[in-house]
């Protein structure tokens, strides 16, 4: 944009007709999370909640697990107590008289978790999908574990063109919308299609 632009044809010539495609870094690749952005592969962890990690960085993509074993069932006069300088509840067995035939190891195995994605205090199915407001779309990739990915809804134009700018998101979209001049073409992830209608996608 500042050294050639002619080579790119960006100047006001016979060739201004002719179009050319904006880079597909145009949009930042990081992974977003609650205002805070993440490179590909870097992990960070929620207070003592989440283990999160930034999977595909150019499509915001990022999973989250639970930190702590989720427990369900307990057996009456089981408490779940947090001993200091540990993050998660863990079942209180001294106050419960367990058979010498039912060692802690085989209680801890057969005491049931939660077979759910926990998001913000909502439980998610095994392949269910959310939509948090117009931030992030998320899917529950294993029950099990309690491990959900998540993907931001719009893309970060934070490096655009100075020939670029953002208009307000058109009515039924989240997101704010890129208007070039004619010889720019804008592509776009295909993951985010739905957001982006009548874009070039990749």
Same mark, same amino acid.
């Given at each position: ?32 999370y609650k205002g805070n952005q993440y490179s590909?592969?870097?992990?960070? *962890? ?23 074993? *989720?427990?369900v069932n307990l057996p009456p006069g089981v *408490? ?9 509840? !863990? ?35 095994? =392949? ?6 117009? *931030? ?58 739905? !957001?982006?209608? =009548?874009?070039?996608?990749?």
């Amino acid at each position: 944009m500042e050294n050639c632009r002619k080579t790119c044809n960006l100047c006001n010539s016979s060739r201004s007709t002719e179009h050319t495609t904006m880079p597909q870094n145009t949009s930042t690749a990081v992974c977003e999370y609650k205002g805070n952005q993440y490179s590909q592969g870097e992990s960070w *962890k929620v207070d003592c909640k989440l283990n999160c990690t930034c999977v595909d960085a150019s499509l915001g993509d990022y999973s989250c697990k639970d930190l702590c074993y *989720k427990y369900v069932n307990l057996p009456p006069g089981v *408490k779940l107590v947090v001993k200091p300088g540990s993050c998660c509840a !863990e079942p209180d067995i001294h106050e419960f008289m367990i058979d010498e035939n039912w060692p802690w190891p085989w209680l801890r195995h057969n005491l049931s978790s939660i077979e759910a994605c926990l998001y913000k205090g909502h439980q998610y199915l095994q =392949g269910e999908s959310w939509k948090d407001d117009c *931030k992030q779309n998320c899917t529950c990739v294993d029950s099990h574990e309690g491990v959900y990915s998540c993907r931001s809804i719009c893309l970060n134009w934070s490096n655009l063109p100075p020939v670029c700018h953002l208009v307000d998101a058109p009515p039924g979209l989240c997101c704010q919308q890129v208007k070039c001049p004619s010889s720019i073409e804008i592509t776009i992830p295909i993951a985010y299609k739905d !957001e982006y209608p =009548g874009y070039i996608y990749v």
